[in-house]
């Protein structure tokens, strides 16, 4: 034993400094690389970033010009320039039409239409003198930006031609279309963007005049004017917007392109001086966690045959742990097939019980089945050859249900017992004029099994418990379908539900109690025991993949819906 600790001990110590080793070379290769790898990392977030702002701007500018266009050869606008100077009798319809424009987009402040002449025909919203050539604009165009009188909002202008285009001479002008647009749009992406704490955004035109900022250069308006002094301090990235000209541009501090180093560096000694107090803590407890437990065990095995109800208490993952998780394990599987051998029989006794009882109910109800078949099929021949169609009928139905019920198969087709409820239904609508039963099944679950005869029991307990004592009669709704559940297995659920008069809440609690308890017993009523005769029936066949659930209301009616595992 004292050799075994002994060459524990040595190899523990050497895997200690050995990771001791190994963190030291990662935290000086680490030092070396990190810088040049945050950088480039950095700086290609800032290209990715500059493009995705060039993309969502020509989005925009590209939504725009959809607008424009659907404006410019609207109909009404086409109406407008064909008609004489004095008779535009469209015009309203027209600034209705620009209105609409105008409200689609927010960035929007004006709209408005020149004629050939280069003369202001009509607009909307905000107003603005432009000298306008429309016989210099023959495609879209935009403008350098305009300051407003409104609070400085700067906003620019987009020139669209509109063309005649039902003229043989297809570039034939009808005039010019402008759009005033703000920029505000374009300051919302500039401030969604954040590569840095401290990065500069800017959108300038083709003059290099600002266009638009993010908040951190708006609240620093001197940066540009002390670009001087801060050029050293600073990466530069632009990228230009293909549309129409304007250039974004990114001033990222150098010293944030690796600002992740020091978070790093932190993180590193950390690791570094974790690792030395690990090293100093595993060979403090060297004895308690390795040598020590190797006593215990063996002073388990001498025990174990005067006191077998003892276990080991080792949370250790090493050999010593796995060995004596192993010898707890084998006393806990000693206790466990006990307890199975117990639960087995006692499982055995009541799936004995059940069966007895059914077979008394069996034995109770039996009859001679091919007699009565001859019988019922004599009574049909009767009322067919009378006359009396109905009498027929309800002789075929009760034979078929007596057919299906002595049937010795115990699984059957859903499809097959909803045809039993059927026939079923038409002898209780026969006999309760004012009683209908309505079926609404899932068809892609008629080839699905079921146990027999689980639903006819619910359905008798609804007309007989439910419905019978309404003088107006009522309806019983059979529903068959599958829930959206997160279950290994999916599920079938059945439910039966009446509009009768319901059951107490006194009387719903025995029944449920009955049910729960599996108790079968004449003051519980005939409808607990047939709740209770499926209840022990489902668990016989599906164990714990099974449940029935109730609920009434006095005097509104009473569901009842039974859940079970789709394979049987």
């Known amino acids: 034993m004292k050799k075994i600790r002994e060459n524990l001990f040595m190899q523990f110590l050497a895997f200690i400094l050995l990771l001791l080793i190994i963190v030291t070379a990662v935290f000086a290769m680490n030092q070396y690389n990190a810088k040049k790898v945050t950088r480039e990392s950095t700086l290609q977030l800032n290209e990715n970033t500059l493009m995705q702002l060039e993309g969502k701007m020509d989005e925009a500018f590209i939504s725009m010009e959809n607008l424009m266009s659907n404006l410019a050869y609207n109909p009404t606008v086409y109406s407008y320039f064909k008609e004489e100077q004095n008779q535009r009798s469209v015009q309203e319809d027209l600034k209705d039409v620009m209105i609409n424009s105008l409200i689609s987009n927010d960035n929007i402040a004006g709209i408005e239409l020149y004629d050939m002449e280069g003369e202001k025909r009509i607009g909307v919203g905000k107003r603005y003198q432009e000298d306008v050539n429309p016989e210099d604009i023959n495609t879209i165009r935009f403008s350098d930006r305009i300051l407003t009188n409104d609070g400085g909002m ?199 019980l059940a069966k007895k009882q059914m077979e008394i109910l069996a034995y109770r109800n039996q009859i001679n089945p091919h007699f009565l078949y001859n019988t019922l099929e ?41 045809n039993y409820i059927r026939e079923y239904s038409k002898i209780i609508e026969c006999r309760f004029s004012k009683i209908r039963i309505n079926l609404d099944v899932d068809e892609r679950l008629l080839e ?98 099974m449940n029935i659930f109730i609920f009434s209301e006095k005097g509104k009616g009473t569901k009842v819906e039974i859940g079970f595992a789709e394979t049987v």
């Open 154 to 352: 700067i906003k620019y202008a987009i020139y669209y031609p509109i063309y005649d285009l039902k003229n043989i001479q297809y570039f034939t002008k009808l005039g010019v279309c402008i759009f005033y647009v703000s920029i505000g749009n374009i300051t919302e992406f500039l401030n969604e963007v954040k590569i840095t704490d401290n990065t500069y955004l800017y959108l300038v035109d083709k003059e290099w005049d600002i266009l638009a900022q993010n908040t951190l250069a708006e609240n620093n308006s001197g940066f540009l004017q002390n670009w001087n002094s801060n050029k050293n301090r600073y990466h530069v990235s632009e990228i230009k917007v293909k549309r129409n000209g304007w250039t974004i541009i990114s001033y990222v501090p150098i010293a944030e392109l690796v600002q992740g180093m020091d978070f790093l560096n932190r993180e590193m000694q950390m690791l570094y001086f974790f690792s030395i107090g690990i090293l100093i803590l595993l060979v403090c407890f060297c004895y308690r966690a390795i040598i020590n437990p190797l006593h215990q065990i063996d002073l388990f095995v001498k025990r174990n045959p005067t006191h077998t109800e003892e276990r080991m208490c080792f949370q250790n993952s090493n050999e010593i742990g796995t060995l004596a998780r192993n010898l707890n394990r084998m006393l806990d599987e000693r206790d466990t097939m006990n307890q199975a051998i117990q639960d087995s029989q006692k499982k055995i006794y009541e799936t004995q």
């Open 378 to 418: 004599c009574i049909r021949a009767m009322a067919m050859y009378q006359g009396c169609e109905d009498v027929s009928e309800l002789t075929v139905a009760l034979s078929n249900v007596l057919r299906y019920a002595v049937k010795g198969e115990n699984i059957v087709y859903i499809r097959d017992e909803i």
């Open 448 to 545: 699905k099994k079921m146990i027999k005869l689980i639903l006819q029991p619910l359905v008798e307990n609804a007309v007989f418990h439910g419905l019978e004592p309404m003088l107006d009669g009522g309806k019983v709704n059979i529903k068959i379908y599958q829930k959206e559940e997160k279950r290994p297995e999916k599920w079938i659920y059945l439910s039966v539900e009446d509009n009768g008069c319901g059951i107490s809440d006194k009387r719903l609690e025995q029944v449920r109690y009955s049910m729960k308890n599996e108790e079968i017993g004449s003051e519980n009523g005939s409808q607990s025991i047939g709740l209770v005769n499926i209840f022990q029936r489902l668990k016989l066949v599906y164990e714990s993949n």
